[in-house]
Structure formats: C-alpha cells, structure tokens
C-alpha cells in the first residue's frame, strides 16, 4: 500500500467509526442493494435486512440467537467508538505502507486528539 493509500484507509476507517454501528449496518445494507457493488451470497443480506429489522424494532425477537444479537448491538452501541486496538492497527498500516514510526505515531496521535477527545488529553498531557 502506498503512503497516499494508507492515508485514504486511516480517513475511512475513522469516518466509519464516527458513523456509528446503526449508520454502518445500513450502509453495508445499501452497499449490497446497490446493482453497481459485487452481490453477496443471498444469504447474507437476507440475515443482515432481519437483523435490521430486529434492531430497528420493526420485528420482535423470536429465537435465542435474535436476543444474543439484540444484546450484541446494544453493547457494541455503548462501546467507544475508539478503542487502543484501533489506534495501534492505524499505525501499523502507516508504517507498512512507508511511514516512520515517528511520523505514523504523530499522524495517528493528531487524528485521535481531535476525534477522541477523552485519550487526546491523555496524549496532550503526556507530551
């Protein structure tokens, strides 16, 4: 990957986390309604629009597997959106593509002060 790739992936992947959970199962859902996009097995966006529709509250849950994934969504919903594995896997991906680790620490350290404000303070006070 090129540095300018590398780039382009931190971007994304930050913009997803930013998302949200609910945002990001419907753009996954979009993406695999979409004619343009390589379709999926059936069986997946068929799994995925019941998952929706259980966890917009458009069906009821009926089975133990529709609960545990009720109380999968309602977790990963209170999580963080940015935990320590996610900053360590950006920074890898910096230096694979080219970066020196001084550089990909500061690039991911700047990016995770202004989207994370509780450990950028932690970061700010460190320096």
């Known amino acids: 990957m090129t540095p300018d790739a590398a780039l382009d992936s931190f971007a994304f992947f930050v913009g997803l986390r930013l998302m949200g959970t609910d945002a ?4 996954r859902l979009a993406l695999m309604r979409d004619p343009d996009v390589a379709s999926p097995p059936k069986g997946t966006i068929e799994r995925i629009e019941r998952l929706d529709a259980l966890l917009d509250g458009r069906r009821e849950p009926e089975t133990m597997q529709d609960r545990l994934d009720v109380a999968r969504a ?3 919903r209170s999580a963080a959106p940015f935990d320590p594995a996610f900053w360590l ?12 680790e001084q ?10 002060v202004r989207v ?12």
């Open 89 to 100: 896997a950006r920074n890898a991906e910096l230096i694979a593509s080219g970066f020196t």
């Open 116 to 127: 994370d404000p509780a450990t950028g303070a932690a970061i700010l006070e460190l320096e």
């Open 24 to 27: 990001r199962r419907q753009l």
């Open 103 to 112: 550089q990909a620490a500061r690039l991911v350290d700047e990016v995770r």
């Open 74 to 76: 309602e977790h990963q």
